[in-house]
Nanobody, 117 residues
Framework: QVQLVESGGGLVQPGGSLRLSCVAS??????????MMWYRQAPGKEREVVAT???????NYADSVKDRFTISRDNSKKSVYLEMNSLKAEDTAVYYC?????????WGQGTQVTVSS
């Protein structure tokens, strides 16, 4: 069982920035094999994938966050990050880190991001 712990959420004004972090409990080798994702879920909406980074560092983004968000990973720290810039009110949601490997998916507990003036 892989445990994922997110941090870095909070309240930010529109146009501001936040950096989310997620650290995994598994070994560095195992972490390096994971595809890692950031999802988000806004009140009353379904959970949606925001960004993905594969084990070989290929990235993909939802259209709504392209050119504003950047996903990255540091295998030596068993961590994945989401740099969020030019935040909008519609980015308000609980953000979840997820790991996928060998047909198994793991989730963190989520971190709240609120964009409001």
């Amino acid at each position: 069982q892989v445990q994922l712990v997110e941090s870095g959420g909070g309240l930010v004004q529109p146009g501001g920035s936040l950096r989310l972090s997620c650290v995994a409990s598994e070994s560095i080798f195992s972490f390096s094999l994971n595809a890692m994702m950031w999802y988000r879920q806004a009140p009353g909406k379904e959970r949606e994938v925001v960004a993905t980074i594969t084990s070989y560092n290929a990235t993909n983004y939802a259209d709504s966050v392209k050119d504003r968000f950047t996903i990255s990973r540091d295998n030596s720290k068993k961590s994945v990050y989401l740099e969020m810039n030019s935040l909008k009110a519609e980015d308000t949601a609980v953000y979840y880190c997820s790991a996928y490997r060998a047909r198994a998916r793991y989730w963190g507990q989520g971190t709240q991001v609120t964009v409001s003036s």
